[in-house]
């Protein structure tokens, strides 16, 4: 799904926040955008309307260089949760690379987290992705709040998939840089497998995660 120009020496990785309406997406992107070295960051685009809602989609877009010159950009994008967006949804999930499903912790949500992560699923099948196949992290947002679910139940529910699963307060910051992380590493993987970062580009991961999340701090 990957969009690969081996003549360009060019590549572009799109990963995708989604989850229900009002988890917490943009919070997290607006967090990376501050938490990120600020040399591969190109600007972020936020899209709210006047009720604080994404309508379209949001987009970090970040910029690597691989040692062979190969031309890494990397688009991460949120969508809109709000379920009458269904159609924005799909075509922000195609060609995706990695997902990252954000719930919000409440147990007011637990049934629109529930059925946001089964329109993920389906919408990846319309899409001609599988959610089994298709790099994928989960992260429990807001954990700030009160009435929320008891990590070790989010635990016991999730353990099972295997897939990683990340308690967050994005709006503090917390969890947002080991969230994305951890669907680069699995993204990295996912890419390698196919295209040789590593052995046809020079491209280790320790390097490309490198590229990607050396904070702000580390220059000051
Ligand atoms: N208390 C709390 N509020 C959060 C957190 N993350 C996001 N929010 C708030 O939840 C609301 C929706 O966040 P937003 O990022 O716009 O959600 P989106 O619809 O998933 O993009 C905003 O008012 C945020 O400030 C969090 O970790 N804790
Ligand atoms: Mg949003």
Redesign the pocket.
């Given at each position: 799904m990957i969009e690969y120009d081996e003549c360009e020496k060019r590549m572009v990785l799109k990963l995708v926040y989604y989850?229900p309406?009002?988890?917490?997406?943009?919070?997290?992107l607006l967090q990376l955008h501050d938490l990120l070295q600020p040399e591969g960051r190109g600007d972020l685009m936020v899209l709210d309307t006047k009720d604080?809602?994404?309508i379209f989609f949001d987009l970090l877009p970040f910029f690597l260089m691989a040692p062979s010159g190969l031309r890494i950009k990397l688009k991460v994008y949120?969508v809109p949760?709000q379920v009458k967006h269904d159609a924005t949804r799909k075509a922000v999930l195609q060609r995706a690379d990695g997902v990252a499903f954000?719930a919000d912790s409440q147990r007011s949500e637990i049934t629109n987290n529930f059925n946001s992560f089964q329109n993920l699923e389906k919408n990846l099948g319309f899409v001609g992705l599988d959610i089994e196949h298709i790099p994928l992290v989960v992260q429990f947002?807001?954990?700030?709040?009160g009435g929320i679910v008891a990590e070790e139940e989010v635990r016991r529910v999730w353990n099972p998939s295997g897939i990683p699963v990340f308690m967050?307060?994005?709006?503090?910051g917390t969890g947002v840089l080991e969230t994305f992380v951890q669907l680069a590493d699995r993204t990295y993987e996912h890419i390698d497998s196919r295209y040789g970062l590593a052995g046809n580009h020079g491209l280790d991961k320790h390097m490309f995660l490198s590229q990607l999340v050396r904070r702000r701090s580390d220059y000051s």
């Open positions: 989850g309406a009002l988890s917490g997406k943009t919070t997290n604080d809602r994404t949120t949760g954000i947002n807001k954990r700030d709040l967050s307060s994005a709006l503090h």
